[in-house]
């Protein structure tokens, strides 16, 4: 029976004694210690997201300038091509509008609004005499013909809004329905006498 108790005894104890060499040897016991499990904090500790409401992110966004470019340099050509653009609201197919305005700030920088997105352009030259208008920024590119306009992605290769007429573009197009200019292989008129 003393051996049985004696066992007991040393039983009880062993776990003790495990903590007292614990608590002398901190450095590897307290490494291989479990971390406190998580508990979230408080409504008192917890941070809140503020949703900003569309209606001001509108209007921060409209009054907001876009920034310019400040290695575009605009030569005379340019902005000679600048007042050839047709600024307001173009309407293009399928329902949608362009809406150009030129800066009053910056001569030759212009404005284009397209289904909420907006571009900053300037002039680049064309070797074909239509007028060009780029947002590097963006990648986008309004090609102004005379008898129509359109939006294009350069980022994505394809048109944002096409057949974009205003009323001097309409103008054109009735005169080259009535007047259709000669195609490009059947030669040259014979000289007027």
Not at 44 to 62: G, M, R, Y
Not at 110 to 128: A, D, N, Q
Not at 130 to 143: I, K, N, S, T
Request: proline share 9%; charged share 25%.
């Amino acid at each position: 029976m003393k051996k049985l108790l004696l066992v007991a005894a040393l039983a009880a104890a062993l776990p003790f004694s495990a903590m007292a060499q614990s608590g002398s040897t901190s450095g590897t016991a307290a490494k291989s210690a479990k971390p406190a499990p998580y508990k979230p904090p408080t409504k008192a500790k917890q941070a809140t997201q503020k949703v900003v409401p569309k209606p001001i992110i509108k209007s921060l966004e409209e009054n907001k300038p876009i920034a310019d470019d400040p290695n575009v340099v605009l030569t005379p050509e340019d902005l000679e091509a600048a007042r050839a653009v047709i600024t307001g609201k173009i309407p293009c197919e399928l329902g949608s509008s362009v809406d150009i305005v030129a800066d009053p700030a910056k001569e030759g920088y212009f404005t284009l609004t397209h289904e909420k997105v907006r571009y900053r352009m300037h002039p680049v030259s064309s070797r074909t005499g239509a007028v060009r208008l780029e947002d590097p920024r963006q990648e986008a590119m309004w090609l102004q013909l005379g008898n129509k306009s359109m939006l294009m992605s350069q980022k994505k290769g394809e048109r944002l809004a096409d057949e974009c007429k205003a009323a001097a573009q309409v103008a054109v197009e009735e005169e080259m329905k009535k007047n259709p200019p000669k195609a490009l292989f059947e030669g040259a008129d014979a000289p007027k006498k």
